[in-house]
């Protein structure tokens, strides 16, 4: 695993985002976390609505303020993301959870995930959460041991209207 780092969104960022956002797109696997399946078109726009949402300006209603990070290394290369809630919903304590992260498809399983979610927690420090609520899929296996990786405990799960479980692990900062 090459050196990497969390960068807020950028203008700097446009083309190598343009790349991890395309192979996600051609994968066809579900693109997680939700916010890199917008639409970069307008890249400056998007980057825009991304900080708005972390300052609390902009931001649909019954949504909470998040936060966004990139996962770059050193040759700028956007290696995942992270969508981090300031709050959570009746929702997302159900099924969504303070953080929501992703790798591109084609850097599985070499320690990313791991060392993204590290990197978060310590991002949700410093908005002054001392406890955050990480899910994943029952099926995701991966992600539940990144999460468990990175200090996660067990809670109850939540099971989807489709039947979908949903595990929940909270981690103390």
Known sequence: ???????RPSMDYESEYLSFYQEWKESGEVMVPWVISLEPSNFQEMI???????????????????STYWLVDENKKVIGAVNIRHRLTKRLLDRGGHIGYGIRPSEPRKGYATKLLSLSLQKTRELGLEKV?????????????????????PDTIFIEEDGNVIKRFWIEL
């Not at 695993?1 to 960068?7: D, P, T, Y």
């Not at 825009?48 to 998040?66: H, R």
């Not at 609520?133 to 991966?142: F, M, P, Q, S, Y």
Request: with cysteine; glycine share 4%; proline share 4%.
């Open 1 to 7: 695993m090459s050196q990497v780092f969390l960068i």
């Open 48 to 66: 825009k609505s991304l900080l708005d949402s972390e300052k609390e300006e902009n931001i649909p209603e019954k949504w909470v303020p998040a």
């Open 133 to 153: 609520l990480v899910t994943c899929d029952e099926h995701n296996i991966a992600s539940e041991k990144t999460i468990l990786n990175n200090g996660g405990v």
